[in-house]
């Protein structure tokens, strides 16, 4: 197995294993946002599209992504802003790419509850499939979150 691969899995299993469960991220906001302000990470379900992103892309002679901090941290936060506003535009106005300068791509979705038919659903779009495949990517940040009974996802793609 390639080392890179490996190394990967290996990062993704402690991350796993260090953040087993839910995590509760609240914000504050207007009253209408109160009721549904916690929002549980997913971190299993999140490691589990790191992986088959990689499946994709090494089954195609790509390089596998590694996983990022600074884009996880991103993602943490722009799965957050999805729960408010799901746009690839921020609550505040300004562009995705404005949660981290290390983010050069961004695939969001909500609704699908398994990492299975987000990623069937990322790979049958063509610009979601273009951003999971593109040569020139070499990092990755995902997160999942449910909030008010519905699944929310981003991935973050880096240098």
Not at 46 to 61: D, K
Not at 62 to 68: D, H, K, W, Y
Not at 114 to 122: F, H, L, P
Request: aromatic residues 6%.
């Amino acid at each position: 197995m390639n080392k890179r691969i490996l190394a990967l899995l290996l990062a993704v299993g402690i991350m796993l294993v260090a953040h087993e469960g839910a995590i509760a991220l609240t914000w504050a906001g207007s009253a209408a946002q109160s009721a549904r302000s916690t929002v549980a990470v997913k971190t299993s379900l999140s490691g589990e599209v790191v992986r088959q992103v990689n499946r994709e892309r090494t089954g195609r002679g790509l390089g596998a992504l590694r996983v990022s901090a600074e884009l996880s941290r991103a993602a943490r936060i722009r799965a957050s802003e999805i729960t408010r506003k799901f746009s690839h535009t921020r609550p505040d106005g300004t562009a995705w790419r404005t949660v981290s300068s290390a983010a050069y791509g961004e695939n969001i979705a909500m609704g699908q509850r398994t990492a299975d038919k987000v990623m069937a659903a990322w790979m049958t779009s063509s610009g979601h499939r273009a951003n999971i495949l593109r040569t020139s990517y070499g990092s990755i940040g995902v997160c999942t979150v449910v909030s008010g009974g519905v699944t929310y996802w981003v991935q973050l793609f880096g240098k």
